[in-house]
């Protein structure tokens, strides 16, 4: 090898060493906790559209009461502040720091300041998630079999034609999920023929949701949602998250909730067109709550650890964060010994700017560690 090989070899083996030190400093700090006497917050999503501003939403309960409620910070999580809203949020989507929608369980809410301020756009029920490719083009949906299309910014949805003749009755399909990756986009949703699908109220994130179900169609588009076509996909389980993981793969977090199986949840991967996929994740005594994957290939998940055997999570239990390079080999991280959830989200900015929310009124911070987490 020569001289100037050598030295690039030192230096790369240099920089890998720098990397990994770096990488084994990291923790996950409280930056937010909802401590009040006879009162909790459970919260229901967060965004991060960049590493100084993050916004969640979720509801207050307490004296039997609930009200909805965002909480946000413009520093970074230096500082938050806590604002009531009017209705109960489910799900939030941001396109920059001031650009945003929230989605309630009577409408469909923007802000044009980064979640200050709440406008109310339109009162579609039954809407869980929306997802917008810009300031006006944007979708929603929902149940029972909902696809709403909207050209201006919310203000007005109409049906999207082109997915009515997806298989299923109305009153049997319920589409919860929808993630764009430029005009390539999926929403995925349950259906159950033999009888109309029970809308729930998941205890976990307090969003409505479907009773387990093994029938999953996904609605595909490869245009910006101009065509869609349908497929069909059998889990033995219920797909709680949809989310592209990069290299044209697709994850999928799905969940086995009383079904007597080994793990109380995996993440599988597939890349759509496939015969097969392959389980990413998958343990005993981890049950994953949310996966997040970022384009540089850096992917973390959030689980909780049922207790005892149990593969079920009655009440909160310790909350865990794990992450990987390469979707192979998964690395427990440390974190702040109070962090305990029954549901989580995850919400990324960058490689270095990584937040969760959980139900329990906790919102944490990925940082260099400190003495504070174990």
Known sequence: ??????????????????????????SWKIQYFYDKRDSDLDFRDIRCPSSTHCVAAGVVQDDGHERGAVVLTTDGGEHWSLMNVKE??????????????????????????????WNKLDSLKGIVDVHFLDASHGFAVGFPKAV??????GHKWVKVKAVAGAPGEDEHTFYDSIAFQGPHG???GSMDESEPIPVRRNPATGSLELAPSDDTLILETLDGGKAWTTKGMRFDGKLAK???????????????????K?????????????????????????????????????????AVEPPGNSTEVPIPGKLKMLESDDLKGWREMAVDFRAVARGAVLAAADVS??????????????????????
Not at 148 to 153: A, P, R
Not at 249 to 258: K, N, Q, S, T
């Open 1 to 26: 090898m020569s001289p100037a090989a050598s030295r690039l070899s030192a230096a790369i083996l240099a920089a890998l060493s720098l990397a990994v030190l770096c990488r084994a400093e990291e």
């Open 88 to 117: 109960h949020p489910v799900s939030l989507f941001f396109l920059d720091e001031s650009t945003g929608w929230m989605v309630t369980d009577h409408g469909i809410w923007a802000t044009p300041d980064g979640g200050k301020s």
């Open 148 to 153: 709403y299309e909207t050209t201006d910014g």
């Open 186 to 188: 999926l929403i995925a």
């Open 242 to 260: 949809l989310s592209f993981a990069g290299k044209g793969m697709v994850a999928a977090v799905i969940g086995y909730e009383g079904r007597n």
């Open 262 to 302: 080994r793990y109380p949840s995996v993440v599988f991967g597939a890349v759509l067109g496939a015969k097969a996929g392959q389980t990413i994740f998958a343990q005993p005594d981890r049950a994953v709550v949310d996966f997040a994957m970022l384009p540089s290939g850096r992917a973390f998940i959030a």
């Open 353 to 374: 700017h990584v937040w969760v929310a959980t139900d329990t009124g906790m919102i944490l911070s990925l940082v260099k560690s400190d003495s504070s987490a174990r």
